[in-house]
């Protein structure tokens, strides 16, 4: 897709999250920032009926309980039902059993499109030995583009690996982004941002894989952009939402930072 | 009222929210900077007892459940006993039944004081065909002066009509307010702060639809001087406090822009 | 302990927080900001094992729900058996009955380590007369100063104060901090924010009255730092995590203001 950006600014997509407490609000606002509507709302009551107007569905487990498992997949079986993309953020999984048995309910009960995570949490949920420190990556011994590669395959997801490199494979493509910059770890909520941020682009690009890498490309740009005039993680987050705001998919065209891996046989 | 900021920084009244998870943190911090305190409690069995200790209480639907309703429903029930201002923002009505449903419970069981929300939402409220994209105000086709008087009539209620322009009116006299910056909606929030700013001013000023149209022209004063400093959304929100802060009665006096349309026999 | 801001982004200590809805993502950020890592997890299916993987727990009343002191009584008791610090912050203690019953709940069930709150929250706490104006301090008739050592003394934990003085104590050493700036209090969070950072503190420093002081030394010079560069309080939350971020054992150790009063017999 040629001018994503664009399409999402013209179209303004709803994208209804359901997500954690700690950053919901920068999911909404980084949404806003790209173009996109955003929209939360997590009572079983509506929340179906929410996804069913909106474009794409984030899901995030940051701070989850079992009321809120019981929303997603609500939401969820709605989203798979009108061919709506689902997003789901496994934050924190490797860090405690239920974590780890409710990701695995979520991703046996409907079809998540887009799984996103860290090294180790998609470690973890790819059947591999690994564990999150809280919701921080630990190192993992496998190789991160087979792990990526696999479980998408198996999993028939595109599955959005992030770290120092992004990885970013359907199961025959593979991504690696090298866009981003270290500051955006010293802020809370770059993750879950990313996480809407690829909802808002998989709302207009049906091909998820795509919309994954610009997504993460677009982000990391921003994030460039915003560190050279930031001086800690203050100042970094208010330029990251200028930069955001002011992104143009021309600017972001020259910038972009990504390989695609040649498939193995 | 002569000096409403003055009041509210010398009264310092306690503003009591039952809120959304969104924008909590910003709901808290806007009443702050106008200089009364927030509070935030939603427990049932704490939440009708701070809202006696208030000088105003703020209902926002953004992230409703039936157990936030309840609580809302017995802090408003004392509101009324005690004659402290109700102020309700009926954020996505018209994007779901269940928030239709809600926002009828709540009109229909107890006073509230000041009904807001924007065109659509109000729209909705008031009986009108309309539909809210998630919490984005659609166009409507009626005149949303006479809604907004109409339904204030019916309600017994002033209603506060947000957008380009905004409405306020309680049955009787209808003010347009053309204070604002585009800016303001480029972040997630404004309208639910814009809440908490008219139960500051509500709680210290009893003529509400006063206080609503005073709340509305300030708010959007900050936001006009905010935006000149302002490169984006990031920057935007930053100075928007710091005006807020800065502000006083002088500095608003000679930049409100209001209409007080004549009242149609 | 020497060089307690190098301990902390070296052990890179995880800090679990059971805290309220409105300052979560502030707390989660500061204690980022200081090197530390934030996780929140509050269900009872999780919240213990996430405890035992932690270096301190934070528990903030501020939207307490009984389902979360629940929680809190969970995480708190691991905590005790693995001899994690927990500290708990009694928001709003002395506005409801509720507030009230709850912190003594908590207090009579599971031993926490250091009890925080302003000085009308913590005379509650410690059985004077006092009430608090939601979660803001009345002025009290008792000398802080005694209540802190007496309550210290009596509950077996660091007691803090915090105000335009903090006062610090664990029932034998009384520290008086004069570190900070009124524009803290010119912000929503900033007592929320001392609690994680007392946590992060504490987690690296087993004596728990003087990772206390540190702690709200270090805060308050980074608000010193911060308030010159700002102009509200927009601008001044902004410096204040980059100033966090930027701070230094050797910057801090010429700034830090505290006294050490003498042991009355």
Redesign the interface.
């Known amino acids: 897709m040629n001018n994503p950006l664009k399409t999402i600014r013209e179209r303004k997509p ?1 994208i ?1 999250h359901i997500t ?7 999911s ?2 980084m949404t ?2 790209f173009g996109a ?7 079983p ?2 929340c179906a ?2 996804t069913g ?2 474009s794409a569905l984030v899901l995030n487990i ?5 009321e809120i498992i019981d929303s997603m997949l609500l939401s969820a079986a709605t989203a798979n039902e009108k061919k709506i993309p689902v997003v789901l953020d496994a934050v ?1 999984v490797g ?5 780890d048995e409710m990701a695995a309910k979520i991703l046996n009960s409907v079809h998540v499109d887009i799984i996103k995570g860290n090294y180790s949490e998609i470690a973890k949920l790819a059947g591999e030995n690994a564990e999150t ?4 990556a630990t190192t993992i011994s496998a190789d991160p583009e087979k792990i990526a590669k696999e479980f998408a395959k198996s999993s028939s997801a595109v599955v959005v690996m992030t770290g120092k490199e992004d990885i970013i494979s359907d199961g025959e493509r593979v991504f690696v982004v090298r866009n981003g910059h270290e500051l955006m770890g ?4 770059t993750g879950c941002m990313v996480a809407s941020v690829i909802g808002a682009f998989a709302a207009i690009n049906p091909d998820y894989c795509e919309a994954s890498r610009d997504a993460l490309c677009y982000f990391g740009i921003a994030g460039e952009l915003a560190a050279v005039k ?6 970094f ?10 992104l143009s998919d021309e600017k972001a065209r020259n910038m972009m930072n990504f390989e695609e891996k040649q498939a193995q046989k």
């Open positions: 709803l209804h954690n407490w700690v950053t919901i609000y920068d909404a606002n806003r920032a509507l955003p929209v939360m709302a997590h009572a009551e509506e009926e929410m107007i909106s940051g701070t989850l309980t079992s924190g860090a405690t059993k239920f974590r420190k809280g919701v921080e010293s802020i809370v909520g930031s001086s800690g993680p203050g100042s987050k208010v330029n990251l939402y200028d930069e955001v705001f002011n």
